[in-house]
């Protein structure tokens, strides 16, 4: 059984991880994300690896439970569809992850796959494409719906479908989430949504201490992270009063 620490070293693992393949602009480091898979796969590389892939609207989290294990990909989507949060009435009732593949760490391992996954998630991480967006008419024309969130499923069915073929589908612990989602469109172009990064380290979290324990410790630990930041924003205001 894991201890209080154990669970706290596992989720700033996974965070450390998460901030070492992004640039400046959230965007993913292909010389980056490529080390770290090469470490997850040696080993050098402990924890998590959670990775936003923006221009996607997506989510991939890659892990290696122990050494000589397969190594696992899951994903899901970040922002839900506007329709879908309209349509809610109270909490959106979300599980992550959408789907899980597993490779095994030989195939992992052999020449220029780890290279083209971190080139081709990196190029996906900025990159828009083209029939994922939702589409308007107007002047009897169909735009891109730029209001709307990307459909993942460049992540969530492409990828997946080439991981598959190298690997398989596997089934893994997931989790339910009620998210409080709002589009809000007053006064503005593009609309204010939550944070699809802040979604990303919750599920994170989430997800590494509800297998390694229970969802009690998860909360536990939020309500405590969640103090602390309030106490260090009460302290900085402090400071600049004085």
């Known amino acids: ?120 998630l990196g190029r996906m991480s900025w990159e828009e494409a083209p029939g994922f967006q939702p589409q308007t008419c107007k002047n009897e024309q169909d735009h891109d719906e730029t209001r709307d969130t990307t459909h993942p499923g460049l992540i969530t069915d492409f990828l997946m479908h080439f991981l598959s073929v190298v690997g398989q589908p596997t089934d893994v612990q997931g989790v339910w989430k009620n998210t409080r989602e709002d589009v809000l469109c007053i006064k503005g172009f593009l609309p204010w949504r939550r944070s699809a990064l802040w979604l990303l380290v919750r599920t994170t979290m989430q997800l590494q201490i509800a297998r390694t324990s229970s969802e009690n410790v998860y909360k536990a630990v939020m309500v405590n992270l969640l103090a602390r930041l309030l106490q260090s924003v009460k302290v900085h205001y402090e400071l600049i009063g004085t």
């Open 1 to 120: 059984m894991f201890s209080c620490y154990s669970h706290i070293d596992l989720v700033a693992t996974a965070i450390h991880n998460l901030r070492r393949i992004r640039n400046t602009s959230g965007f993913i480091s292909d010389s980056r994300l490529a080390d770290l898979l090469h470490g997850l796969a040696s080993s050098k590389t402990s924890g998590t690896v959670p990775i936003e892939i923006k221009a996607q609207n997506a989510a991939v989290i890659v892990s290696k439970q122990e050494a000589g294990a397969d190594v696992i990909f899951e994903v899901f989507e970040l922002s839900p569809p506007n329709e879908t949060v309209m349509r809610t009435k109270g909490r959106l009732r979300r599980s992550f992850p959408t789907f899980a593949c597993q490779i095994s760490l030989q195939q992992f391992q052999e020449q220029g796959l780890i290279g083209a996954l971190a080139h081709t």
